[in-house]
């Protein structure tokens, strides 16, 4: 299967910094999303986003399909950001998502 | 609008105990669905895909068992279950119709003693 690296494994930052996020990806991809896992355990999806660059207020993400990586930036960063922060993508090969191991973010007041 | 629902919540399990985890899906018709595992602070780990009822592809050798036996049910199962298969279980599914985004349910957390 594809393998997903994402780095750092762990972030702690202060109220109000920014961070970036990364994912990389081992071979090519036809999806890739981005969640964030919250304290309860609950999965949201933050970005689909195979190729190119999106936005939702603080958070943005870029994937640079050819070179096999994904970025997700977080601005302005609250304690409400806090918790695990996943990559997955699926192959060409259809039906299988993989994930990455994570990065656990903790923001401090 | 879709929605994706999972129970039990929360279960405590002695082992050697039979397990059956639920999942079904609203809203939607003929879905991928996924089963999920994820032990306490790591990574998700496929067990089981489908594509259709009756369809089930295991992705690891286990103890566990899934069925789909209508379009937007699908049941994770076991016949004993074994310390080893404590974890958080998710249920996803992907409509391939919406962009393929993959979402997800709840999750039931099982304690196997």
Redesign the interface.
């Known amino acids: 299967g594809i393998q997903v690296e994402q780095s750092p494994p762990d972030l702690i930052l202060q109220e109000g910094a920014n961070s970036t996020l990364r994912c990389n990806f081992s071979d090519s991809v036809n999806n890739l999303q981005w969640f964030h896992q919250n304290p309860w355990g609950q999965l949201i999806n933050l970005f689909y986003i195979p190729s190119g660059t999106k936005q939702n207020g603080r958070l943005s993400a870029t994937t640079v399909a050819t070179e096999r990586y994904s970025l997700l930036y977080i601005s302005s960063s609250q304690t409400t950001d806090s918790g695990v922060y996943f990559c997955a993508v699926e192959g060409y090969n259809f039906n299988k998502f993989y994930f990455g191991s994570g990065t656990k973010l903790n923001v401090k007041p | 609008s879709q929605t994706i629902h999972q129970w039990p919540a929360t279960l405590v399990q002695p082992v050697g105990s039979p397990l059956s985890l639920e999942c079904t899906v609203e809203g939607t018709s003929n879905p991928?669905l996924?089963w999920?595992r994820?032990a306490a602070g790591?990574?998700?780990q496929?067990l089981f895909?489908s594509?259709g009822i009756g369809q089930i592809?295991s992705?690891v050798p286990q103890n566990l068992s899934a069925s789909r036996p209508q379009d937007r049910q699908f049941i994770l199962s076991s016949k004993k279950l074994l310390l080893s298969d404590s974890g958080?279980y998710?249920c996803?599914w992907?409509d391939r119709g919406k962009?393929?985004?993959?979402?997800?349910g709840?999750?039931s957390?099982l304690t196997v003693l």
């Open positions: 991928n996924y999920y994820q790591r990574g998700l496929l895909y594509v592809s992705e958080f998710l996803a992907l962009a393929g985004e993959l979402f997800f709840e999750g957390r």
